[in-house]
């Protein structure tokens, strides 16, 4: 039994502004993007990356499209501090993507950090300190005077200290860390102050990064956070305004969209929601979502595929199967009738109209990914996912009442076996069930036909072999081959329906005949199918078919006419 919380946690509260003007906004453009896989969610792996995984995530960051990418916390990490310098030394930094480095407000730390990145043509260097009042009063004991002057002292010392490197541009960003649980004043006095001490202006570009370091609230209370500072930000038109959330409450990606309604400019995260304990913001989740909305996301995921397997690699983290837009079974339907519904929309999907399929947010085609595994089947799939993979693998069409009776024998298949079945297993079933062979001993074998015209109408004589291994010759006579193959068995089957297919192109294509027939006294209908190049040939077999399962029927069985 959990205790009573009330006791124990406290709810954070709600910011009193009547005038907020995020929730009427919509999303229009996607924000600055920043990477902080090599850093924030290298440091929250098992076992971070060496050196050569390292820079193989980088090369994959920039060829996604990030502009922004934090490489590490060189003046911390002898890793961290050698892959700066390769990238830098080696030239495998492009001209538009910018590099950003941490550190804490120490001088040693900073003056590391500086000589870490000197020769590059373009470097954020991120600040960070924790400012909420657990962190002040617990861990480092100082006041928010204190705080204030910790901060200028340090901006001061790194403006001295990037003084001597004028061929690099030089970008701040300070991060307030527990911005989410601070005060407000106290978060916007510490902020003013560092963009005061940077001296931020259309030459001193800035960088105010506000993180939800611990989730502690729900979304609409930090974008509420994020507009009041957003109004209240000195000299606001020379700072980029970023975020930071993780996941702690499971809403860092609602945090992050609320967050840019409110005001903010530029998004930090990783891929695919790598991070300390629950993770921090997923990028990739992020701009898929812009996406579905019309939003072009400025990151380039049409192969998800492959970087979820590069991401793998790197991380040694398994990305769940049920990860949105990414997981393997995302675009994978079990349930009956999401596959009936999904099958129709691909039926009716213009290829050039908006996308309406039922239950698949995006085209996964333009993820990279194929419709191979969006219909599976097991003990909770439908007629619609059997069909759907029986046309797409096999190009077998059923008629509706086919599928209804199909998807019952698939069915008790599944509900025996306790499993997924594949569509090969489908289509094992489905020849066992509907397709003559030589060896079945349910019902005559088919061996061969010969048509002929009568002044009654179409004759066939026919040359089967009984389940005893005897030959037999049977000729009838009816208004078509396939009343004349029923005329010619002597049996009081009534056929229904009748379609044919065909299974592939070219002259020497398959043809597939299909009948649904009834047997005086047998409750229900049942299908037969033919496969053959010639279609009379497929529609006697079909005939033969539908004979073999009726014999099998209980009431026939005690009749004799097995």
């Not at 204030?148 to 001061?156: D, Q």
Request: proline share 6%; charged share 20%; aromatic share 8%.
């Amino acid at each position: 039994m959990l205790a009573n919380p009330s006791s124990k946690y406290r709810a954070f509260p709600v910011i009193d502004m009547p005038d907020r003007q995020w929730p009427s906004r919509a999303l229009t453009q996607a924000p600055i993007w920043l990477s902080t896989d090599l850093r924030d969610g290298n440091q929250a792996l098992f076992e971070p990356m060496n050196r050569e995984r390292k820079l193989r995530l980088f090369n994959e960051l920039v060829r996604i499209g990030f502009k922004e990418i934090e490489v590490g916390f060189p003046a911390a990490s002898r890793t961290d501090f050698e892959v700066v310098r390769h990238l830098i030394d080696a030239s495998l930094i492009p001209d538009d993507v910018t590099p950003m480095v941490m550190t804490q407000l120490r001088e040693d730390l900073i003056e590391e950090t500086v000589r870490s990145v000197q020769g590059t043509r373009r470097v954020i260097v991120h600040f960070y300190n924790a400012i909420a009042p657990a962190w002040r009063e617990i861990v480092f004991g100082m006041s928010v005077p204190q705080i204030i002057e910790m901060v200028e002292h340090h901006i001061a010392l790194f403006g001295k200290l990037i003084a001597q490197h004028p061929q690099t541009e030089w970008v701040l960003q300070y991060s307030p860390e527990t911005f989410c649980m601070a005060e407000l004043d106290v978060s916007l006095a510490v902020c003013n102050a560092a963009i005061r001490a940077w001296d931020a202006g259309p030459q001193r570009p800035m960088i105010v990064n506000l993180p939800t370091t611990v989730e502690v609230s729900t979304p609409n209370v930090f974008a509420d956070q994020i507009e009041w500072m957003h109004r209240r930000l000195e000299r606001r038109e020379h700072v980029v305004l970023s975020v930071h959330p993780h996941n702690d409450r499971g809403t860092g990606i609602a945090c992050a969209e609320q967050a840019m309604l409110a005001g903010a400019q530029r998004v930090e995260g990783c891929l695919f929601g790598n991070g300390e304990r629950s993770g921090n913001l997923d990028v990739v989740t992020l701009a898929l979502n812009l996406y579905t909305q019309g939003i072009a996301p400025g990151l380039d995921f049409s192969d998800i595929a492959a970087l979820a397997r590069i991401a793998e690699e790197c991380t040694a983290l398994p990305i769940h199967p049920r990860h949105p837009y990414v997981g393997d079974l995302v675009f994978t339907a079990f349930s009956g009738s999401h596959q009936d519904a999904i099958a129709k929309g691909f039926a009716a999907q213009n290829p050039d109209g908006i996308w309406r399929v039922p239950y698949l947010p995006l085209d996964p085609h333009d993820l990279g990914r194929t419709y191979d595994s969006i219909v599976r089947v097991n003990s909770q799939s439908g007629k619609g996912g059997i069909a759907f993979l029986l046309q797409r693998d096999y190009g077998v069409v059923m008629p509706r009442r086919m599928q209804i009776e199909f998807s019952a024998i698939v069915q008790e298949l599944a509900d025996t076996s306790e499993t997924e079945l594949t569509s090969e297993q489908i289509w094992a079933v489905f020849e066992t069930t509907y397709l003559v062979h030589d060896d079945d001993s349910a019902g005559h074998a088919y061996r061969h036909h010969r048509l002929f015209d009568t002044p009654q109408g179409q004759g066939i004589e026919l040359e089967l072999v009984s389940p005893d291994g005897t030959v037999l010759t049977r000729q009838g006579v009816g208004n078509g081959p396939i009343a004349a193959t029923v005329a010619a068995l002597g049996l009081p089957l009534r056929i229904d329906s009748y379609e044919e297919r065909s299974l592939s192109t070219g002259a020497d294509a398959l043809a597939m005949a299909i009948v649904e027939t009834v047997w005086p006294g047998v409750p229900g209908s049942r299908f037969g199918v033919g496969k053959h190049r010639n279609i009379v040939t497929a529609s006697v077999l079909a005939v033969l078919s539908a004979t073999a399962r009726f014999s099998k029927a209980p009431e026939l069985e005690m009749e004799g006419h097995s």
